[in-house]
């Protein structure tokens, strides 16, 4: 059999320290992970579990991307958070069991737009048209377990032009990377090739043409790219 269209390309990252690239299969976000983001946007971190929404695999920019302003908002947030790639899947795992999963790990950004989310959010319907859109996941390269081992704790970080705007540490996700596993594939079968973006800190803000935003994690790495 034969194609009847042409294929799109098959998304990846590159790997670090190697030739090697990780497919990717499906990007999973875990919504409001730390306490002082669900803080800034209005919700009480203590009174509910995790819940998670989805990108498109093709809306990855890799690192020193450039990242087009979308259209229809005005006002598109960064938001920076720790990636896990998987590298096996599976249903209903235990979270002690859960890191035998991971790949590695990398820096990532759930780029928003926030109006659009609010108008979804205020309507009662699904965010897709707030964080589905093109060129909406930023990501970093992937660095292996073997180099990173399992972070749970160290700085998370990111500049705009050289000015901080978010700061915070890993220790303070709500739901951790062990737990994040168990629960969504209690929702999901898992895949090897699945990125789950962790949540991010408090301090995000509305980006502009011409920024420059550079983020990072301890230990992992660091990510930049240009919005144009």
């Known amino acids: 059999m034969n194609n009847v269209i042409v294929p799109p390309p098959a998304p990846k990252l590159t790997v670090r320290n190697t030739a090697d690239v990780f497919p990717v299969h499906r990007i999973y976000c875990v919504g409001r992970n730390y306490a002082e983001h669900a803080r800034e946007m209005?919700?009480?971190?203590?009174?509910?579990?995790?819940?998670?929404?989805?990108?498109?695999?093709?809306?990855?920019?890799?690192?020193?991307?450039?990242?087009?302003?979308?259209?229809?908002?005005n006002e598109v947030h960064h938001e920076i958070e720790m990636v896990v790639a998987l590298g096996a899947g599976?249903?209903?795992?235990?979270?002690?069991?859960?890191?035998?999963?991971?790949?590695?790990y990398a820096v990532g950004l759930d780029m928003t737009r926030r109006d659009l989310q609010g108008q979804m959010k205020a309507a009662g319907r699904p965010w897709e048209i707030g964080k589905a859109f093109e060129f909406a996941a930023p990501c970093s390269e992937i660095v292996p377990i073997t180099q990173t081992g399992h972070p749970a704790q160290g700085a998370i970080w990111l500049k705009v032009n050289g000015k901080t705007r978010q700061y915070g540490d890993l220790n303070q996700m709500i739901w951790s990377v062990p737990d994040t596993i168990a629960y969504l594939s209690g929702l999901f079968t898992l895949a090897a090739g699945d990125l789950i973006y962790t949540g991010t800190p408090a301090g995000v803000a509305a980006v502009q043409r011409g920024d420059v935003l550079h983020g990072g994690i301890d230990g992992i790495g660091e990510l930049r790219i240009t919005v144009v």
């Open 42 to 73: 209005g919700h009480d971190p203590d009174r509910e579990p995790p819940f998670f929404f989805q990108k498109n695999p093709d809306s990855l920019v890799p690192d020193g991307g450039k990242f087009p302003y979308p259209d229809k908002t």
């Open 90 to 104: 599976g249903k209903d795992i235990a979270a002690a069991d859960a890191l035998n999963h991971v790949y590695g």
